[in-house]
C-alpha cells in the first residue's frame, strides 16, 4: 500500500470531489484537504443551464448527493501557489498546506468577449442564479456562442419567454458534434423561435450599449441582455512560478500523462488538464470526462505504474430545445450515420463507424442505459 499520510486537492468541483471519494475508497486513510476558492462544495455544474434555468425549475436539481470522503474542506480559500521542491501549496488566506500527493483539479473559467459589466456568463452557481432572476422578466436575450453552453442558455430562455437572438460563427453544435446532429438540433431550435446571426467574429463595442454586439460587417444586435458562452480557460494562474512550467499547455492547461500524472506526487484532473489523445494532449472539458480521470488521477497516486490509464470512450449530453442528446465516442462525426433503432426524426439510436474499429453512438431522444450506448461504440457490437 502507499505511503502517502498527506493529500491536498486543489478544487472542489466534481473531479475534486471524485478523486478525494476514489482515494478513499481505493484504502487512503490518511490526511486529506479540498483547498476551494468557491464558498460551496461540489454541485452539478452542467444542471445550471438546464434544470435551473426553466421556468418550472427543480432548484436543488445541482446537488449532489452527500460526499463520505471525510476530507477537511476548506471552502472559500483558494490556492496562490505550489512549491514542489518543498511540497508546499500557498493559499489566499496566508496558510500553507504541506502534501505527499497533489491533486490538480482547479477546472476552469468562463472566458469572456469583452470587460463589459453588461455581459454575463455561465460558470457558477452564483452566475445560474442572476440569469435565472434576470430572464424570468422577459428580456429580450442575445447569445453568443454557438457552442453547448450557449445553445442550452439560448434554449432556457426561450422556455422562459424571451425572444432570443444566438450569435454563432458557424452552424450551432457543428464544431461540437458534427453537421447531422448539428443539423437536427438546429432545425428544432428555428421551430421553437430562436434567430440564429451567423458571424466570423462578433465584438462588444464600447460605448454600444451595455447589452449589444457587432458582428463582422458592422452590424450591431441590440436586446436587453447579453449572455456569451464562448469557452472557458483552464485556472492554472496560481501554478506560475512553480516550476512546473514544461507541462503547462498553450491554452492554459496541465499536461498530464497517460495516468493522470504531472510527476510522481502531483496528478492533475477535469477541465484544468490536457489529457493525451491520437492527436497530442487535449482538453475534454465535459462532466464525465472530469470523473473518469479524476479516478484514475487518485488510483495513480496510490498506485503509480500499477494504475489503469486514461482512455475510455468520452461521454457527453445536451438538454436544449426539448431534445436531449448523449453521445459515446469522439466527436464531432462526419457524415450520415447507420439508424441502429428508432426514427430518424424522433427518438433515434444513431452509430458512426470508424475506420479503427471503433465507432460513435448517439441516442437522440431516446431511452439506452449508458452501458448499452457504450457497447455500441465497438464496431463489432
Ligand atoms: C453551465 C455548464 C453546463 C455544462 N453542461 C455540461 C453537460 O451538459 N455535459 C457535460 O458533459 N459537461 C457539461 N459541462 C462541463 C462540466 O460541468 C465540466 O467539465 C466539469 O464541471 C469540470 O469539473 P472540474 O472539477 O474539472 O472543474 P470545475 O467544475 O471548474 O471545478 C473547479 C473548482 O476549483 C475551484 N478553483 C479554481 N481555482 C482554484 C484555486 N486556485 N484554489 C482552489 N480552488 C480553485 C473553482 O472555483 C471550482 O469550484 C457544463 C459546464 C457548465 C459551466
Known amino acids: 500500500m502507499t505511503a502517502l499520510r498527506r493529500v491536498v486537492v486543489v478544487g472542489g468541483g ?18 486529506l484537504t479540498i483547498v476551494g476558492a468557491e464558498r460551496r462544495a461540489a454541485y452539478s455544474r452542467p444542471a445550471l443551464s438546464k434544470a435551473l434555468l426553466r421556468a418550472e425549475a427543480d432548484l436543488t436539481a445541482h446537488e449532489l448527493p452527500p460526499h463520505e470522503h471525510g476530507a477537511v474542506e476548506l471552502l472559500g480559500v483558494a490556492a496562490t501557489g505550489l512549491d514542489p521542491a518543498t511540497r508546499m501549496v500557498s493559499l489566499d488566506d496566508g496558510g500553507a498546506l504541506p502534501y505527499d500527493g497533489l491533486v490538480i483539479a482547479s477546472g476552469s473559467r468562463a472566458r469572456r468577449l469583452g470587460a463589459a459589466d453588461g455581459e454575463h456568463v455561465l460558470r457558477t452557481l452564483d452566475d445560474a442564479i442572476a440569469l435565472r432572476a434576470r430572464i424570468a422578466d422577459r428580456p429580450s436575450v442575445i447569445v453568443v456562442g454557438g457552442g453547448p453552453l450557449g445553445m442550452e442558455v439560448a434554449s432556457g430562455a426561450l422556455d422562459a419567454g424571451c425572444a432570443v437572438t444566438l450569435v454563432t460563427a458557424g452552424a ?14 438546429e432545425r428544432t431550435a428555428l421551430a421553437r423561435g430562436l434567430t440564429i446571426l451567423r458571424t466570423p467574429a462578433a465584438r462588444i463595442l464600447p460605448g454600444a450599449g451595455a447589452s449589444a454586439v457587432a458582428l463582422a460587417d ?24 512553480s516550476g512546473l512550467d514544461a507541462a503547462m499547455r498553450p491554452d492554459g492547461a496541465i499536461a498530464v500523462d497517460a495516468r493522470a ?18 492527436g497530442g494532449h487535449a482538453r475534454s472539458p465535459i462532466w464525465h470526462s472530469a470523473i473518469d480521470q479524476a479516478r484514475i488521477a487518485a488510483v495513480s497516486l496510490l498506485r503509480g505504474d500499477e494504475s489503469p490509464t486514461l482512455g475510455g470512450a468520452p ?37 458512426w463507424p470508424h475506420a479503427d474499429g471503433t465507432a460513435t453512438a448517439a441516442a437522440v431522444d431516446y431511452r439506452i442505459p449508458i452501458p448499452r450506448l457504450r457497447r455500441l461504440t465497438d464496431v463489432a457490437a
Not at 466534481?14 to 490526511?31: K, Q, V, W, Y
Not at 458592422?218 to 512560478?241: F, K, M, Q, R, Y
Not at 506526487?265 to 489529457?275: H, L, P, R, T
Open 218 to 241: 458592422g452590424t450591431l444586435v441590440e436586446g436587453d441582455l447579453l449572455v456569451s458562452g464562448v469557452g472557458d480557460i483552464p485556472n492554472t494562474g496560481w501554478l506560475a512560478g
Open 315 to 351: 461521454y457527453f449530453w445536451t438538454e436544449q430545445f426539448g431534445l436531449t442528446i448523449r453521445v459515446v465516442g469522439r466527436t464531432p462525426v462526419d457524415g450520415e450515420p447507420e439508424l441502429v433503432d428508432g426514427d430518424p426524426e424522433g427518438a433515434a439510436l444513431l452509430r
Open 14 to 31: 466534481i473531479a475534486g470531489l471524485t478523486a478525494a471519494d476514489s482515494l478513499r475508497a481505493s484504502g487512503f486513510d490518511g490526511e
Open 172 to 185: 450551432p453544435m457543428a464544431r461540437h458534434l458534427g453537421a447531422h446532429l448539428a443539423a437536427r438540433l
Open 261 to 278: 500524472r504531472v510527476r510522481p506526487e502531483i496528478v492533475a484532473a477535469g477541465d484544468v488538464a490536457a489529457v493525451p489523445t491520437l
